[in-house]
């Protein structure tokens, strides 16, 4: 399968506990986002990385939040000190760049705190 | 920022008959609209999408119009099938193309 992989897919934690996520995206896709949907919403934008620099942040992307691209490839979104509110569904996205505009999606990592 | 509303949140309708869902945007500089199905479970697939400088596109049993004057897009689906049922999200993309901004979503029940 050559999609974007999301691990893991469902992750339940503590509060007060950190979670990482994983992507890989698509591998000749230079772009890579990151995505929240909670239920009943539509996605909303947390970051994205053109290769391996994140050139834009979202207002959602609390001091909590990080999201790294170390080597252009895979991307990590680390969520420090859970909170409740913190549940929903973290979206990866990848894309070859600007000008084509789809952006393909992984099956996203659930993640419920508790 | 850029706002995208979508309407309706739900909508049911009759194998074989049609369906529409609308959105409006608020960045007249957007220039690229895309619509995505996300079915349960998954994460959301375009279906199809149009650009600034077109007012309408088809693909079989799905068409989209834009309306630049008026800031608002369409989803069609003529003779729906029970396989379209699913969550149907409208997004626009900010003419630097750097984001997409998306709807909050039509959740369409096709009954058989």
């Known amino acids: 399968d050559t999609g974007v992989s999301q691990n893991p897919r469902h992750k339940i934690t503590k509060r007060g506990q950190n979670v990482t996520f994983r992507c890989d995206p698509i591998?000749?896709?230079?772009?890579l986002y990151w995505y929240r949907q909670t239920l009943g919403q539509g996605p909303e934008f947390l970051t994205y990385?053109?290769?391996?620099?994140?050139?834009?942040k979202s207002r959602l992307l609390s001091d909590r939040f990080s999201a790294e691209r170390p080597k252009g490839s895979f991307s990590t979104l680390e969520i420090q000190r859970t909170e409740q509110g913190d549940s929903a569904m973290y979206l990866c996205?990848?894309?070859?760049?600007?000008?084509?505009?789809?952006?393909?999606f992984g099956e996203g990592s659930r993640l419920t705190v508790l | 920022g850029e706002n995208v509303e979508q309407h309706p949140s739900t909508l049911s309708v009759q194998e074989g008959d049609s369906a529409v869902i609308k959105c409006t945007y608020s960045d007249s500089a957007s220039n690229y609209f895309p619509w995505y199905k996300q079915e349960l479970g998954k994460g959301p697939q375009l279906i199809i999408d149009i650009r600034s400088n077109v007012g309408e596109k088809k693909d079989q049993r799905i068409a989209v119009t834009l309306n630049k004057t008026a800031k608002h897009f369409s989803l069609h689906i003529t003779e729906t099938q029970p396989e379209d049922s699913a969550v149907y999200f409208c997004a626009a993309r900010d003419n630097a193309g750097n984001m997409l901004t998306f709807g909050g979503g039509t959740r369409l029940m096709v009954k058989p």
């Open positions: 990385f053109q290769n391996e620099a994140q050139l834009e």
């Open positions: 591998s000749e896709h230079n772009r």
């Open positions: 996205a990848s894309s070859p760049g600007q000008l084509t505009g789809e952006l393909f």
